[in-house]
Structure formats: structure tokens, C-alpha cells
């Protein structure tokens, strides 16, 4: 065990003593459980700079109260049964100052401008979870990927296990993003511009550092993605919720003043519709006039299941000042934390200097994995395969909700992405889902302001088409 005994040789009391004393305040104080195995005496000897009879004395005068225990041949431990005293009661040798009522610390206004954090635990066992964040992991080619990092590990380049020379990421999966985003997103930019980072949530907490002052008015679509307006408002934002309808973002309902737009233009979220031409070039526009910054978050772009392919807005803005953010989270695994933003190359430098105080860099590892994992061709072979299974996951979905509600429920946005949003007009669908075990989350926490009766969001992926109907059949009683 180390110890944090510190003994002061001014003190009028022996040293045994103040070892003593600090012994019984910690075991009793709880800082030292039941069965915690002391350091030997001559251990403890060394470390405080006394003789060893000074401690064995304070050892013998804790055993001899019960405080401690020795087992031959194994050493001395915290007494698993303690004297008759509560285990935090405080005692006479605690300090004036911490017997008395600890006052709340003082914490920034950020914090104090902090959302309370709710946590999805799983689902019980027997309830069909329609609410599950992510991918599935059942067709994900984990050989594959553990052979990428295998392989990095034997090379053992020094590279991956020092500091990297700045925050920006591993220069081959900066090569690797840029050429990828290019032909499959038709994102313009070159590998300078590119920056990794810890997942998509870490880049929009580099944008509002970098980005926003207190009081700036920042524009979220409504409804929107609660991470990042609540993000934005503990950076001491204005938040200004504007309307989407069928086209996106109603751009005519932006606040003039916005110094941030925020928008998931390819897959709005939570709605699903997608941005029109005519509307992301008037909002190009309307950004470029004023000198505002546009976050385009493509989280979930990779699945398109009917027409072409959306590019990302991000090519359409010559002139205008567009950050533009994409994660791994959904095409790998969430826990593999692993995202991306392309900058403008005026932010370039500000947005490395912000990632390098915060944490440093990301793991070169994974990195490096991630780099092979695309250029090899593995991402775009697991992306074609998934964006068959999770096709005819949501057509699973969509045929058995016809089947059971008929033009009861509606379904809204486009084909596309990991989720969809149906309204049900059944009484009391959330009992009845309750009852029948199917779990589901209102849309309701997305609004800002008033939100539709019974509008839920369902995530198709993490379901097979089975538990897919099942979950319906349940819902229709």
C-alpha cells in the first residue's frame, strides 16, 4: 500500500505517535478499507526517514486497539472487523477544518450552465430496444481490423507510442481522409486541412472553444441534436432554435446576428429529411454576407438507400466558411472514438493549437489501423454491405408498421441514415410499447419549443429483421 503518512518533526508529540494517530484518523476516516495489507515496517521505515522500532511501536499500539491484524506469513492488514466506532465518525485528532461542514466548491459558469446527464444503460433482456444508438456488430470484420492493429504493434514504429509532434493526427490517416472524403462526399480540401480527433462529440467542443464568445447567437436546427446545443449553450451561447421543414433548415428564419450555424444538412436529425440544392446554396449565401461559420455535422451519411449520393455541403462553399465534421462512430464502432473535421485553412492552426492543450492527440494505434482499414479498401466494402443489411432492416420496419397501423402511423424523413421518426395516431402507443416490452424515445427533448403527440424516433440497425416485427407486432397489441 502507498501511503500518504507525513510526519513533522517540529511537533512536540513522538513520532510514533503522529504515525499512530494518522493511521487510526485514515482507517477510520475510511481512507483505508477493511483487509488493506499495511507496508511492511521496514518499508515504511525507509520511506519516512525513521528507525524501524518507531513504526513497529505504532503498529503495536493499532493492534493492540484492534486496528490492525497480522496473518503469518502474509503481513499486517486493516482489521476486517473494526472497533466499535462508525467508520466515518470523526475524530478527536481530525483537524478543526475538516470537522467542519464542507461548503459547495465554487464551480465556472460553464459548468453551472451544464444539462444534467442522462445515461441509456441496456435495455432488460426481454425488451426489443428500437431506441439503440450505433451500428450493429454482428457483421462488423473484426479480423480484419484486429490484424490492422496487430500488425502496427509488431512494427513497433516509435511514432505511435511517443507525443506526436502536434494535435492535428497521424499524417497517413490525414492523406488517407482527405482522398476518401473527396470522391465519396466530394469534400474539397487537402490533408493540412483535415484534423483528427475523439469522435464528432470532441469536435463541436473545439468549435464552440474556438468559434463562440459569451453571448454570441448561435443558430440549431428545431428539432436538433441535443449534444450540440447544449454544448453550445454552456459555452455561454444564445441559442436560436430555427425551424426545419421538407427542404431542411428554413434559412429565411435564421437570426441575422448568428455569428454559428449548426446543421446536419444529409440527414437532419432527428426529422431525416435532407437539405434541398436550392436550400443549402441559400445558405451558403446567406453565410458568406454576413461572415457566419457553418458546422455541417454528416454523421451518418455513409447510408443512402434510394438515388444519388448527397455531396456535402462543404463543396458548394467557395468564399463562404464551412467546418465540416464526420465520426467513425457509425460505420465502425462508437467505442473506437475515432472522428475528423475539415477546415477552412485559416482555422487550421487555432483548431491544432486548441485539440494539442486539450488532450494532446488521439491514439496513433487506431489511427494508423484506420488508415490501412480505408485505403485497402476494407471501409468501403463494409459500408456497401451494411448499407444492404440496414436497407432491408428499415423496409422490414416500414412494411410491418403498414401491415399493423396503416395510415395510423407515418413515417418521416428520407430513405437514408440509421434511424427514422414515425408519428402514431393510436391512444396511448408509450403505455402499450411499455406494456408489450418494446422500447421507444419520444422525439419530445429534441424540440425546443412544443413538440408533435406521439412522435418517436425508432434505430432500425441494431435490430434484426425478426426483432424488428416482433417489436411492431407488440406495439399493435
Known amino acids: 500500500m502507498r501511503t500518504s503518512i507525513v510526519i513533522d518533526r517540529r511537533q512536540a508529540a513522538p513520532l510514533h505517535r503522529q504515525i499512530y494517530e494518522q493511521w487510526r484518523a485514515g482507517i477510520l476516516g475510511g481512507r483505508f478499507a477493511p483487509g488493506d495489507r499495511m507496508p511492511s515496517t521496514r518499508e515504511l521505515a525507509v520511506a519516512l526517514k525513521v528507525s524501524r522500532a518507531t513504526v513497529a511501536t505504532a503498529y503495536d499500539q493499532l493492534m493492540a486497539e484492534g486496528y490492525l491484524d497480522t496473518q503469518h506469513g502474509s503481513g499486517t492488514f486493516v482489521c476486517r472487523d473494526l472497533p466499535d466506532v462508525a467508520v466515518h465518525a470523526t475524530t478527536a485528532g481530525t483537524p478543526a477544518k475538516a470537522r467542519a461542514v464542507s461548503t459547495p466548491t465554487r464551480v465556472s459558469a460553464f459548468a453551472s450552465r451544464l444539462a444534467p446527464v442522462t445515461w441509456r444503460g441496456p435495455a432488460a433482456s426481454r425488451v426489443i430496444n428500437l431506441s439503440t444508438d450505433g451500428p450493429t456488430f454482428d457483421q462488423f470484420p473484426f479480423d480484419v481490423w484486429k490484424r490492422l492493429v496487430r500488425r502496427h504493434l509488431q512494427a513497433l514504429g516509435p511514432s505511435l507510442f511517443q507525443y506526436a509532434k502536434h494535435g492535428a493526427g497521424h499524417p497517413a490517416l490525414r492523406d488517407t481522409l482527405a482522398a476518401y472524403l473527396g470522391r465519396s462526399r466530394a469534400v474539397q480540401c487537402t490533408a493540412d486541412q483535415v484534423v483528427v480527433v475523439s469522435g464528432s462529440q470532441q469536435a463541436l467542443d473545439l468549435c464552440a472553444r474556438i468559434l463562440i464568445d459569451p453571448g454570441d447567437e448561435v443558430a440549431v436546427e428545431d428539432p436538433g441534436y441535443l449534444g450540440a446545443r447544449e454544448l453550445f449553450a454552456a459555452s455561454g451561447a444564445r441559442i436560436r432554435p430555427v425551424p426545419v421543414d421538407r427542404d431542411g433548415l428554413v434559412v429565411s428564419a435564421l437570426p441575422p446576428a448568428a455569428r454559428l450555424v449548426y446543421i446536419t444538412p444529409s440527414h437532419q436529425f432527428p426529422l431525416g429529411v435532407s437539405m434541398s440544392l436550392a436550400r443549402r446554396l441559400e445558405l451558403v449565401g446567406w453565410a458568406r454576407t454576413r461572415g457566419a461559420v ?184
Open 294 to 477: 457553418i458546422v455541417e455535422d454528416d454523421y451518418d451519411s455513409e447510408y443512402r438507400y434510394s438515388g444519388a449520393p448527397l455531396p456535402a455541403l462543404q463543396g458548394l462553399t467557395a468564399g463562404a466558411g464551412v467546418v465540416y465534421v464526420g465520426t467513425f462512430s457509425n460505420v465502425m464502432f462508437p467505442g473506437l472514438r475515432l472522428g475528423y473535421l475539415v477546415l477552412p485553412s485559416d482555422l487550421v492552426e487555432p483548431f491544432q493549437r486548441t485539440k494539442w492543450l486539450a488532450d494532446r492527440h488521439t491514439a496513433y494505434l487506431e489511427q494508423a489501423a484506420m488508415a490501412d482499414f480505408i485505403r485497402e479498401g476494407h471501409m468501403e466494402r463494409h459500408i456497401r454491405r451494411m448499407r444492404r443489411v440496414y436497407k432491408r432492416r428499415r423496409e422490414a420496419f416500414l412494411d410491418a408498421v403498414t401491415r399493423a397501423f396503416g395510415d395510423r402511423a407515418t413515417v418521416a424523413g428520407d430513405a437514408s441514415g440509421m434511424h427514422l421518426v414515425v408519428r402514431f395516431d393510436v391512444p396511448g402507443i408509450a403505455a402499450r410499447a411499455a406494456r408489450g416490452g418494446v422500447h421507444l424515445v419520444s422525439t419530445r427533448g429534441y424540440y425546443a419549443g412544443d413538440a408533435p403527440a406521439q412522435e418517436f424516433i425508432v434505430r432500425f440497425t441494431g435490430l434484426s429483421e425478426r426483432g424488428i416485427r416482433e417489436a411492431v407486432k407488440r406495439l399493435a397489441g
